[in-house]
């Protein structure tokens, strides 16, 4: 198959599973080994186009144009395949977990939850490929969709709740400002299509692009920089695997792809650099990493207070992002990747315990390392590959990072790295240390714990090795990102 | 020879043909008489906006008559436009009108409907055909008068009090029309559109063409329902049966937008009516106050087909707003927004009239959990619904792109922002139903309904499709909007 249609059976074959899986709708069996498949399916035909992408192959394929001059396409670069490798990656894993998950919880609406967890899927690889501007929106908003009814699975007022506000900030943000961001740069510059260094540069004057900056930045909502961030926590209503996957790697890591690709390829590093807003910018994503961990401390609950740590890790990137220098892209871009292995390892062991044991405060976690060892093993290794020491992966999206602000002479951003890290160590490792060495309550109840299904735990070591090998193989990653800044 | 004639044809087959459905006595043979009349219709549509777009413009002598003296039918590309959309319309609802209206109305009014309902055809598609001011009234009172019929018409009896709002404001507005058309001829001497643009320069700097421009202003306003003049749509529009609401909505005040246009940038002159009597402004306040008012009373609707009233109020302020900037990219705007807002409220009434059909109600509290039992109508609601509040690949995006590009252009960006922030509270009130009809615990006598018989499904998706359609491909009504706005605007196409 051509590099060209490859891509296109990336973004077709996730969209097209949902038939299948309505059709097998009476056959749990058969329907899950449809979502295996196509996660399996899809992996091979990301992995295989990787290649030509590292000697500097860049297949692209137009499908149509809506309206003269703005085409809905697809083109494949560096930044892009990292992403659709993670996301194809981590949904194998998590449809694994997905049936270990679902299955023992009894969950309703299985078809309708695997039929939309493949659609939003397909909404990544879209985002991941698309070739321009305009098509990244159209997948961002379908993305946005799909998920909605797997946020709001549970059917309950909570969960119609969690969806407004869900629904309300994803889709407000998009429509109002990014929205506004796009028109305006297409009728500024003619094009929506993303070239190497930046289509704005030349074109506007530093106050409209500072304008345009600022309504990116927030109005890609999904990369939950403050004020835009409670969606996330309200989207904790949703299954752990939905959490897991959308909200610690798929849905998030858009919002920050998003924002990385405008960055390179809309207003170009060195003009980012030179646009006046990018300096505040650069301290409201520094507040909402420092704001969202002292939140994080203060939650109780497993599910919100990783929710909150991911809001904090998202501005990571964005800083990154903003810092405006190759290191920086590099250290975002590379975040990217090490806290979704990390993040995700985290979301399915509350998932596992939640499955294991219904609870999910974390005061009630007192001792449960001893009932469930590999669980809050996984658990501890991912905590550390958060907080970025070795020899977890998390250590070098912070080595770059740290570089990048050292680079572009943001002393004080290092300050609110090095900050940072201290309040993961704070609201992080807490856990496991209760788990492992807190005194079990006297409770009956707890007598029957033990690990999580199979398949729950499968998943988990997997990622939370995964977190390990990155440390020492973050070659593939690191040549990846090397292609962007050039 | 029957090519020739075809502009004539358009208007005369449906007008001929609508007495007959009076004289079959059986609603059934109506019906099938009046599907075939609209589809015949729909066919002369299509090829006229054919001959349109390869031969340009074309005048049409009645009766061979020479203009200005005799009556001329008159049909650019913007006329071309509208005849396709009332024409599609009119034959996507046909089929689905049998079970609606023979659950709707008692047996003995069918033929009545199936009377106006052609007749209203033949007034709108005659509105648009003819280029002679005099008979531009004749037609809007036909298609006027045979709407407060369709409208009394409606189950419950408040429709004939809605009817008789409507009837005496628009007899209001005709009359103003009239007023307004009666003081041109009298300072022009005469009724053809065009042969008045021609002499009215002479005469322009005159008291009597102001109030002429104003009349005519005000009472095409009245018509289609611009903010404050609406107060009639919402009880027409909630109290109709449901095939009609679906047809008048989609058709009715987009013909009022049209003869606007009209008169504006053919008849006065884009000169005459924007700098001297400044109405851009005026149109561009009361187009933002009325996407704001009407979307925010929307919101706090109980009964769905009254809340999609209000939604059209507000839409129609987006073609109006598009219209007020007096641009290529404005007009074009506003005319790609008339269009598409015509596919997603039918759509969306259609469906209205599916729930109407198995639930006896539209109200928002007998509607629990009704996606359970309706999944395909209520997917087809959420479908137009994401088109109306203008997400990707749905008509309603190519609408709001345009529209928020050509207020950009010309510097508004604080419109942008306003059309923007409009289209969430389109979210709001679409989501409100979505919640309503999934979430909600569905009472005991929900699980008697079924689902909507497919003669009505099927309009519906068709509706649902061509928005989906127009939203990935959008270059066509594109091209035909801009050669439109351009026609009116008499620019030469670029």
Redesign the interface.
């Known amino acids: 198959m051509s590099p060209e249609l490859t891509v296109l059976a990336c973004v077709a074959l996730p969209l097209l599973a949902p038939a299948l899986i309505t059709a097998l709708h009476r056959w749990p069996n058969p329907r899950e080994a449809i979502t295996l498949l196509t996660s399996a399916g899809l992996f091979l035909l990301v992995t295989s186009l990787t290649g030509g992408v590292l000697n500097g192959a860049r297949p692209a394929i137009d499908l149509a144009e809506p309206l003269p001059g703005l085409k809905i396409g697809f083109e494949v670069e560096p930044l892009g395949m990292l992403f659709a490798l993670l996301a194809s990656f981590l949904w194998m894993v998590t449809s694994v977990y997905s049936i270990g998950y679902m299955r023992s919880h009894h969950e309703r609406r299985q078809t309708s939850y695997y039929s939309y967890f493949a659609v939003a899927l397909g909404s990544v690889m879209g985002i991941a490929f698309a070739g321009n501007l305009f098509t990244l929106f159209i997948f961002y908003e379908l993305l946005t969709l799909s998920t909605y009814p797997l946020v709001t699975h549970a059917g309950n007022d909570a969960a119609r709740e969690g969806g407004r506000m869900y629904l309300g900030y994803l889709l407000g943000t998009s429509v109002v400002l990014l929205l506004l961001a796009l028109v305006w740069t297409w009728s500024l510059t003619g094009t929506l299509d993303f070239r190497a260094g930046g289509i704005l540069e030349g074109v506007v004057t530093p106050a409209t692009a500072s304008i345009l900056l600022v309504l990116f930045i927030f109005g890609i909502g999904k990369a939950a920089v403050m004020p835009f961030h409670l969606w996330l926590p309200a989207a904790m209503v949703a299954p752990t695997p939905v959490s897991a996957l959308l909200h610690a790697v798929a849905v998030v890591k858009a919002g920050v792809f998003t924002i990385l690709k405008v960055a390179i390829y809309i207003f170009g590093i060195d003009f980012l650099a030179t646009v006046p807003a990018t300096q505040w910018l650069m301290y409201v994503a520094a507040a909402t990493i420092l704001l969202a961990a002292l939140v994080a401390l203060r939650q109780d609950n497993l599910k919100l207070r990783l929710a909150w740590s991911t809001i904090s890790h998202l501005s990571y990137v964005v800083l990154g992002v903003l810092l405006a220098t190759p290191l920086g892209i590099v250290g975002g871009g590379m975040h990217i990747v090490m806290h979704a292995f990390a993040k995700i390892t985290l979301f399915f062991c509350a998932g596992a315990i939640i499955v294991a044991t219904h609870k999910t405060q974390i005061s009630e976690m007192d001792g449960l390392g001893r009932r469930m060892p590999v669980t809050m093993a996984a658990f501890f290794i991912a905590s550390l590959s958060i907080i970025g020491l070795p020899p977890l992966g998390g250590f070098w999206s912070k080595w770059y990072l740290a570089l990048g602000t050292l680079d572009a002479q943001q002393q004080v951003m290092l300050g609110v790295l090095l900050v940072g890290s201290l309040l993961n160590i704070a609201y992080l490792l807490p856990i496991p240390m209760r788990a492992f060495f807190g005194r079990e309550p006297e409770d009956p109840g707890n007598a029957g714990i033990k690990e999580a299904p199979l398949a729950c735990v499968a998943a988990l070591v997997l990622t939370a090795t995964a977190c390990v090998v990155l440390f020492f193989f973050p070659g593939p990653i690191y040549r990846l990102l090397q292609l962007l800044i050039q | 020879m029957l090519l020739a004639n075809l502009p004539a044809l358009q208007v005369a087959i449906p007008l001929v043909s609508a007495p007959l459905c009076l004289l079959l006595r059986n609603p059934r043979h109506a019906w099938v008489w009046s599907t075939i009349v609209s589809w015949l219709v729909l066919a002369m549509a299509i090829l006229l906006v054919q001959r349109v777009s390869v031969d340009g413009t074309i005048s049409y002598a009645i009766g061979a008559w020479a203009t200005p003296w005799g009556i001329e039918y008159r049909i650019d590309m913007a006329g071309a436009l509208m005849i396709l959309v009332i024409a599609t319309i009119g034959a996507v609802v046909m089929p689905y009108a049998w079970r609606s209206i023979q659950h709707e109305l008692h047996k003995k009014n069918a033929g009545l409907f199936y009377t106006c309902y052609l007749l209203c055809l033949t007034g709108l598609l005659g509105v648009v055909v003819t280029g002679d001011a005099f008979n531009l009234f004749v037609f809007l009172e036909i298609s006027s008068l045979s709407s407060y019929v369709l409208i009394s018409l409606g189950s419950s009896r408040r429709a004939l009090t809605a009817a008789y709002q409507y009837l005496v404001m628009g007899t209001i507005g005709a009359t103003f029309i009239l007023i307004g058309i009666g003081l041109l001829y009298m300072m022009t001497g005469t009724l053809n559109m065009l042969d008045i643009s021609q002499r009215l320069p002479e005469v322009a700097d005159t008291r009597t063409i102001r109030v002429a421009f104003a009349f005519v202003t005000v009472g095409v306003s009245i018509k289609l329902a611009l903010f404050p003049l609406h107060i009639w749509l919402p009880n027409a529009y909630t109290f109709a049966p449901s095939a009609v609401t679906a047809f008048i909505a989609a058709t009715a005040t987009k013909v009022g937008v049209y003869v606007l246009l009209r008169f504006f940038f053919t008849v006065f002159g884009i000169h005459f009516s924007f700098n001297s009597m400044h109405v851009g402004e005026i149109l561009m306040l009361l187009a933002v106050a009325a996407i704001l008012v009407a979307s925010l009373v929307a919101i706090f609707q109980n009964n769905v087909k009254r809340m999609l009233a209000y939604s059209s109020v507000a839409q129609i302020g987006y073609i109006i707003l598009g219209i007020s900037l007096a641009t290529s990219d404005g007009v074009s705007a506003g005319m790609i927004h008339l269009f598409n807002h015509a596919l997603i409220k039918c759509a969306l009434f259609l469906a209205l009239g599916c729930i109407f059909l198995r639930l006896g109600s539209v109200e928002l509290k007998d509607m629990h959990g009704l996606a359970r039992q309706m999944p395909w109508t209520m997917a087809a609601f959420v479908a137009g619904g ?1 088109s109306l ?5 749905t008509a309603g995006f ?1 609408s ?3 529209l ?2 050509a207020v ?2 010309d510097g508004y ?1 604080p419109l ?2 306003l059309i ?2 409009s ?2 509270l389109a ?1 709001i009130y679409i ?1 409100r139903v979505v ?1 309503v009809a999934y ?1 909600n615990v569905p009472g005991a006598a929900m699980h008697k309904v079924k689902e909507a018989p497919a003669s009505m499904l099927i309009p519906v998706w068709l509706l649902i499709g061509a928005n989906l359609y127009v ?5 066509l009504i ?1 091209a035909i909007a801009r050669q439109g706005a351009n026609a009116l605007l008499g620019q030469a196409a670029p």
């Open positions: 994401l509040i203008g997400l990707p690949l190519i709001k792109w345009y928020v590009s950009l252009t960006w942008a922002v923007l922030v289209s969430l979210l989501w919640e979430f939203g990935i491909n959008a270059s594109a």
